[in-house]
């Protein structure tokens, strides 16, 4: 039943043009029908304030007991599936000024003494949903995805890779968010993450089929390319690349804590069309998808002369897509 009543609200944002990028702020149009969706899906919640956008929505609560917290949903046109944080901190808002789709922790709040910090929440492509903008008043802004963090959403600037205690919102401690990048990198935890370094940043590194230089290739992989070590057997690592296992030579890895990389080496590319299909697998018989422009895809290894592999590091979603589907440009 909340799925119908997730399915009719949205068709509602639809038909008033409301689900597209984010403005300066809500209107009372968005208001009315975010309060509304609050009422039909939690009737024993108080609705403080919500955004909309493309297919997802965020409401900020208070449950029964007046504990507060962030209400994410996802797939609103199809299949809705409903998110909720970890208590927030007592007095948190949402929205502040041009950032009217960020948690807001004030000088009200218990957790940040005087300091008023802003924190964007966003949804990775596993389903779950995590942080992935923090701005302290008294620092700069920094920018998170599921295993990074780093100064800038720019594609050439560097992300120190690992797992971090803000991926996601169903186990985070609020109390815990850093207030700097250099707070936060030193939190990311690189254990068992490596990074393709080759001495010639041109050149790319074969994951292979098992740990001999003839095995077959699975691509050949871009410096900077972050990858998990799932073994260590001399010469050859057992690697994971984005759900891609095989094989790659130990000399050309770098490690570090925390580990840092770029995307220097990797190509960047424009769309032929205003989408492509994103595949699975290298097949044109896998299971796809339509991307936009609108994805942050880093092209982090080839395959053949047909396909490309690709990483969104903002959601963590990857596949391959045919190269033909793009032209080399500055897009």
Known sequence: MKRGIACILFLAFLAAGLTGAYACSNTPEEDALLEKTAAELLPAYT????????????????????????????????????????PLPPGTLYGYENFYTSLVFSENSSLLEGNVLLADVSPHAD?????????????????????????????????????????????ID?????????????????????????????????????????????????????????????????????????????????????????????????????SAALYGSPSKDSACTALTSDYDLWLIGILGNDWYHVWDNTTGLSGYIRQDEFWPGNG
């Open 47 to 86: 609705y403080l304030g919500g955004s909309v956008s493309g297919d997802t929505m965020q409401l900020l609560v208070d449950k029964p007991d007046g504990t507060r917290v962030l209400i994410c949903l996802s797939g609103l046109d199809d299949s809705p599936v409903l998110v909720e944080s970890t």
């Open 174 to 274: 609020w109390s815990t968010l850093p207030h700097s990048l250099e707070e936060a990198r030193f939190a990311v935890d690189s254990t068992g993450w490596a990074a393709v370094c080759n001495p010639n940043p041109a050149d790319r590194l074969h994951l292979r089929a098992s740990p001999k230089k003839d095995a077959a290739s699975y691509g050949k992989y871009y410096n900077g390319t972050p990858v998990r070590v799932l073994s260590k057997n001399g010469d050859w690592w057992r690697v994971d690349i984005c759900g891609v296992t095989g094989y790659m030579m130990s000399k050309y890895l770098t490690e570090g804590a925390p580990l840092e990389t770029n995307i220097d080496a990797m190509p960047q590319m424009t769309f032929v069309n205003e």
């Open 127 to 171: 389903g779950t949903w995590g942080v992935s903008l923090i701005y302290p008043f008294d620092a700069a802004m920094f920018f998170l995805g599921p295993n990074w963090v780093s100064e800038s959403s720019i594609r050439f600037y560097p992300r120190y890779i690992g797992a971090h205690p803000w991926s996601d919102i169903t186990t």
